[in-house]
């Protein structure tokens, strides 16, 4: 008899809300920062929606207190967020800035203070621009460069910050980063994405190993894959194997190595007419392949995809940005299909399951692993009502929908411990800029003030009661 549809969870699961860097701080300029490709990017002409940059972003920088605050007051029991690499370690090399590993500081010690458990993401996309400029990812030596930033944080904050997260969703640092372009340093070279993907790898791997050297053993490792879940259009076998490639470029890179110890061989065979793979040396998948204590999961929505018919080469419409080159090397022959159903603002389609079959599958495939959902959110068109109240139902309704089929998984059996909404407050979305509002909290672009949304009173209270709210009335 299947398990009653309960919605409470265990007292110790998480309920947190995530941030990055970039999208949050600000104060670019300030205390010893210097730019990193997001900097560089979005001060290009062009590159992002209306020329917005993180330049001052909601000024987190300056009202962490505050923003800690609100999340106590909300009643959250876990905070994501990332470390801006250019503010510890400028040139990507060397001694570290005091006054930069300062911030972080006090930020974990105020998290600390309010009971709110920190989870510190090193890399959220922000490579320092030096590093860019010997070469980015697609270079080897960047691995080696984040090892050593890595093993420079953890030895700062090692001491107080307990959960860690090796790389955020390298998928799309890899593949926007280096082959669509839609996201910095905004390269079209689908030979350069694929040796991003295992630079950034190989340095995940060497960057937890350099972690477990200098952090109590109590810390837990992990990293945030944005696994797509990939659905064929049909069960013809030309989609079936569509599917099958597009698992390979998007999960099988990462996860093949990092969980299984070994690359997917039908990645290789697909995309040779890229690359030859001669940048993996024989012991780096070994390197990549250092246990893990959790895993990540990122997820927004599915994939729908299908093996182009004839003269069906048509536009793309993956929903990862305008491009006229695709992020999906040696796939031109794949067509990508709008998911049918409701969409949020981004026009990702709304599909809850999509979040059952992602956890089930890793659930399966690596049996003993602590999952925990590192972001999953909705952007949505909020304006504040006349009384200045935000009333965000479909913000209400999407958390609930997936918070559910979280439940589910774990009913049957998959090991979830914690979720964290994306996103805390609206924020910089990156090549979309102010306009596609993610937070929980509201944030009024004039004046940065803040205001909690319905969904964060909502989430708030599930956080405190740790059940489901029911869906406020329509
Ligand atoms: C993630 N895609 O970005 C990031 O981790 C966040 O920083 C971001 O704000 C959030 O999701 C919402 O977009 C993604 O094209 C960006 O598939 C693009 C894609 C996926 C995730």
């Known amino acids: 008899m299947p398990e009653p549809m309960t919605q409470t969870f265990p007292p110790a699961f998480l309920w947190g809300a995530a941030t990055s860097a970039y999208q949050i701080e600000g104060a670019v300029g300030e205390d010893g920062r210097t730019p990193s490709i997001w900097d560089t990017f979005s001060h290009t002409p062009g590159r992002t929606a209306g020329g917005e940059t993180g330049d001052i972003a909601v000024d987190h920088y300056?009202?962490?207190?505050?923003?800690?605050?609100?999340?106590?007051?909300?009643?959250?029991?876990?905070?994501?967020f990332s470390v801006s690499w250019t503010r510890v370690q400028p040139t990507g090399r060397g001694p570290v800035v005091q006054r930069g590993l300062d911030f972080y500081r006090r930020l974990v010690d105020e998290l600390l203070e309010h009971g709110i458990k920190p989870t510190l993401t090193l890399y959220h996309w922000d490579l320092p621009q030096e590093l860019e400029d010997a070469g980015g990812w697609p270079e080897r030596d960047t691995a080696f460069r984040f090892a050593e930033y890595a093993r420079l944080v953890g030895e700062a904050l090692g001491d107080r910050v307990e959960q860690w997260i090796t790389l955020n969703e390298p998928w799309c640092s890899a593949f926007l980063g280096y082959g669509s372009g839609v996201h910095a340093p905004g390269r079209t070279d689908p030979a350069a994405s694929l040796r991003a993907a295992h630079h950034l790898n190989l340095g995940h791997g060497l960057a937890v190993s350099a972690l477990?050297?200098?952090?109590?053993?109590?810390?837990?490792?992990?990293?945030?894959?944005?696994?797509?879940?990939?659905?064929?259009?049909?069960?013809?076998?030309?989609?079936?194997?569509?599917?099958?490639?597009?698992?390979?470029?998007?999960n099988g890179v990462f996860h093949g190595p990092m969980l299984h110890g070994a690359y997917p061989e039908s990645l290789f065979e697909a995309t040779r007419s890229v690359t030859d793979w001669s940048h993996v040396l024989d012991t780096d998948v070994r390197t990549i392949n250092a246990p893990l204590d959790a895993l990540g999961l990122n997820y927004y929505t599915p994939a729908l995809v299908s093996a182009a018919s004839g003269e069906t080469k048509g536009p793309?419409?993956?929903?990862?940005?305008?491009?006229e080159h695709s992020p999906w090397p040696c796939a031109d022959d794949i067509v990508f299909h709008q998911t049918p159903g409701e969409r949020t603002e981004m026009g990702w389609t709304i599909d809850p399951t999509g979040?059952?079959?992602?956890?089930?599958?890793?659930?399966?495939?690596?049996p003993g692993l602590p999952l925990y959902i590192t972001e999953n959110g909705a952007a949505y068109d909020d304006k504040p009502d006349p009384d200045g109240r935000v009333h965000d139902p479909e913000r209400i309704a999407y958390l609930h929908g997936?918070?559910?089929?979280?439940?589910?998984?774990?009913?049957?059996?998959?090991?979830?411990?914690?979720?964290?909404?994306?996103?805390?407050?609206?924020?910089?979305?990156?090549?979309?800029?102010?306009?596609?509002?993610f937070g929980a909290v509201y944030?009024?672009?004039?004046?940065?003030?803040?205001?909690?949304?319905?969904?964060?009173?909502?989430?708030?209270?599930?956080?405190?009661?740790?059940?489901?709210?029911?869906?406020?009335?329509?």
């Open 62 to 80: 300056h009202r962490y207190r505050d923003d800690v605050a609100l999340m106590a007051e909300l009643g959250l029991t876990a905070y994501r």
């Open 212 to 250: 477990r050297a200098v952090m109590p053993a109590r810390n837990r490792i992990a990293v945030s894959l944005n696994s797509s879940v990939v659905r064929p259009l049909s069960q013809d076998p030309a989609d079936l194997a569509a599917v099958r490639r597009i698992d390979d470029l998007a």
């Open 443 to 474: 944030v009024d672009y004039a004046t940065l003030e803040r205001t909690p949304k319905s969904s964060a009173l909502w989430y708030g209270e599930a956080a405190r009661t740790g059940a489901l709210p029911p869906l406020p009335a329509a």
């Open 316 to 323: 793309r419409s993956d929903g990862h940005g305008a491009s």
């Open 355 to 366: 979040l059952y079959d992602l956890i089930t599958r890793y659930a399966r495939e690596a």
């Open 402 to 437: 997936h918070l559910s089929e979280v439940r589910r998984a774990m009913a049957d059996g998959a090991d979830v411990r914690g979720y964290y909404l994306w996103s805390l407050m609206d924020n910089f979305e990156w090549a979309y800029g102010y306009g596609k509002r």
